[in-house]
């Protein structure tokens, strides 16, 4: 099946007369008439570059581009002493203070390897904290305290404990790789000689706590322990991790303002008035500066501060992928109906559009066995009206 995706992005400036915008350039975008060209490029410690842009009232940033399932099998096996500093530096969502260590050490007492720390952190995390979405703040200080938080939240701590412990680490970006804007936010920590390994502790604590939350989806999801070294190999990445710094440098509003400010560490943020530290907390994938507009009476919407996103997957998956939405509508329809009229040739194609509507799930390899299960049953039961 393809390891390709497309991704849709689209963005347009409603909230400023001047916007100023940041996103990681993805190297598959090569600039033309039909691309807007960035004001600036930037390389960024990640190895990324970060274009910039400033936007008119009305104008639009339009992106669409293929790119390959993301994978860390391509990804470097060695870092340099820069490289090193950078996944190990303190931050405000992932802060290395007392508190982190004192965790962190106490996680890994037992542990003699980096590897086995960081699996001892994986599984600490796993146990102890629960996902909710939205949180009610973001950032490890508030996580430790209330020990409830997204994906964001459980990533920033595993980033947080492994730097405490001198394990390189990083934040990683993205969405899933199918559908409009279905964010997400993992890890990965670094191993000289093996590269970068990829955890996913939100994942885990669904699969293992919230096991149908992902049930009916386009997702192929994994064991719970699986997600310590390994993801089910659909995901595009936005940024290689947190907090990068924007360039050119973003000077906080000295009276910023919005309707419904967001909580970091339990402070008010305002997001895209102010920056952390001239950092955007995430590029999801974007990052915006706008002014001031008596205009907004109302909160602003998500859409024009992250922008929207789509991403189809290519070939037979996507096939697949549509195909599952109108066998179940023509499933449900024709079982209500026989379950009205009791009619033969409606019990047969009921049954029979179930059966293909499982087979999808199958070559999909979304949950497998399940659905094998189903498929077994559903076709037995059709067998049976057959007879």
Not at 39 to 66: F, M, R, S, V
Not at 299 to 311: C, N, P, R, Y
Not at 359 to 373: A, D, H, P
Request: net charge neutral; glycine share 4%.
């Amino acid at each position: 099946m393809s390891k390709t995706v497309t991704v849709d992005f689209f963005y347009k400036n409603e909230l400023s007369e001047k916007l100023q915008l940041w996103i990681v350039m993805p190297s598959a975008i090569r600039f033309n008439e039909n691309n807007l060209t960035p004001d600036q490029i930037t390389k960024i410690p990640t190895g990324e570059k970060l274009a910039y842009y400033i936007l008119d009232k009305d104008q639009d940033l339009h992106l669409n581009y293929e790119v390959e399932l993301y994978s860390t099998k391509n990804e470097k096996k060695t870092l340099t002493d820069e490289e090193k500093d950078f996944y190990l530096r303190n931050t405000i969502l992932s802060p290395i203070n007392t508190e982190t260590t004192r965790l962190a050490k106490e996680i890994t007492a037992r542990q003699k390897n980096d590897h086995e720390k960081a699996r001892a952190i994986f599984h600490y995390i796993v146990d102890n904290y629960r996902y909710i979405y939205p949180p009610s703040s973001r950032g490890v200080n508030s996580f430790l305290e209330v020990k409830k938080g997204d994906c964001g939240e459980f990533s920033f701590l595993f980033t947080a404990l492994c730097r405490t412990l001198k394990i390189p680490a990083r934040t990683v970006v993205g969405s899933w790789a199918y559908g409009k804007m279905n964010a997400h936010v993992w890890n990965e920590f670094f191993i000289e000689g093996e590269g970068w390994i990829s955890v996913d502790t939100s994942m885990a604590y669904i699969q293992k706590k919230q096991t149908f939350r992902f049930f009916d989806s386009s997702l192929k999801t994994l064991h719970w322990k699986k997600y310590f070294g390994e993801t089910e190999g659909q995901r595009v990445v936005f940024s290689k991790d947190a907090e990068i710094e924007l360039l050119p440098k973003y000077k906080n509003n000295e009276e910023a303002y919005t309707l419904n400010p967001i909580l970091i560490n339990g402070e008010p943020f305002c997001w895209g008035q102010q920056s952390l530290n001239g950092r955007a907390p995430y590029l999801q994938p974007i990052y915006v500066k706008y002014e001031q507009n008596d205009d907004l009476f109302s909160s602003v919407d998500i859409s024009q501060l992250f922008g929207t996103w789509k991403i189809r997957e290519h070939g037979i998956k996507h096939f697949l992928e549509r195909s599952k939405v109108f066998l179940l509508i023509i499933a449900l329809l024709s079982m209500a109906l026989n379950f009205i009229f009791q009619n033969f040739y409606l019990g047969v194609t009921y049954k029979l559009t179930f059966i293909i509507f499982f087979l999808c799930f199958i070559l999909r390899r979304e949950r497998v066995i399940i659905f094998s299960v189903f498929l077994l049953v559903m076709f037995l039961s059709l067998l049976s009206t057959l007879d």
